[in-house]
């Protein structure tokens, strides 16, 4: 079965500071790989979605680094703010059919 | 307003007594799927749906069935519950043209099976 192993599994950031929340897949269909953003009682929304074949995106405060040798990629938040504390879910496009497998989640807390 | 909705939002129910859960997209969206989520797991694609009559299992298929019969809708049956699948439940749907990364989820179905 396919897995996205996702790391850490919860992290604790001062207001202002660098969210770091690393992702490593094994083997994936060509295709986009997202990362899902989950407050309290609600579902997953698509928070930013990085192409295979480019090495980083970057919308607002949030970036996306892919490492396609590695199999590795990473969603950095730059200046933390509280409003960011939520769930993190990384997944990478399924190989077998047209589907997302996802990582097991981070949760972020960021204090003020 | 688009949205994917999800009913019944809280259900707890006994073992055995079969439950639906329905799910309603107003997108127009092709495909559509059910997660499990569990604590440290992550979402688990239970069934999936690329359109009208066409249906697949995801990872965690034992124990639930799907139907497609209109574009919009996509319910979740549970025959015979157990309590394994206490969990949360979210319906999803996406455009196929965009390779089913970007999925809209619903608010989810908070399942206790006693």
């Known amino acids: 079965q396919q897995q996205v192993k996702q790391s850490p599994q919860s992290l604790i950031v001062q207001k202002g500071g660098i969210s770091i929340i690393n992702c490593a897949y094994e083997?994936?269909?060509?295709?986009?790989f997202p990362w899902y953003q989950q407050f309290p009682g609600k579902g997953p929304a698509l928070l930013i979605a990085?192409?295979?074949?480019?090495s980083e995106k970057k919308e607002g405060r949030f970036t996306i680094s892919f490492n396609k040798s590695a199999k590795q990629f990473s969603l950095h938040i730059m200046d933390s703010q509280p409003g960011d504390s939520a769930t993190y879910f990384c997944?990478?496009?399924?190989?077998?059919?047209?589907?997302?497998?996802f990582g097991s989640g981070t949760r972020l807390q960021v204090q003020p | 307003e688009a949205q994917v909705t999800q009913n019944p939002r809280y259900l707890i129910t006994v073992t055995g007594k079969k439950l639906t859960v329905t799910c309603s997209q107003n997108m127009n969206h092709e495909y559509m799927s059910w997660y499990r989520q569990d604590p440290g797991l992550g979402l688990r694609q239970i069934y999936y749906?690329?359109?009208?009559?066409?249906?697949d299992k995801g990872d965690v298929p034992e124990g639930y069935k799907v139907s497609r019969k209109e574009k919009r809708n996509f319910p979740l049956i549970l025959e015979s519950p157990s309590p394994n699948q206490t969990s949360l439940y979210f319906c999803a749907s996406s455009p196929l043209g965009r390779g089913g990364y970007e999925q809209y989820f619903g608010p989810g179905t908070r399942l206790t099976v006693t």
């Open positions: 749906s690329m359109n009208v009559e066409v249906t």
């Open positions: 083997n994936t269909a060509f295709d986009y």
């Open positions: 997944a990478a496009p399924h190989t077998g059919r047209r589907a997302l497998t």
């Open positions: 990085i192409r295979p074949d480019v």
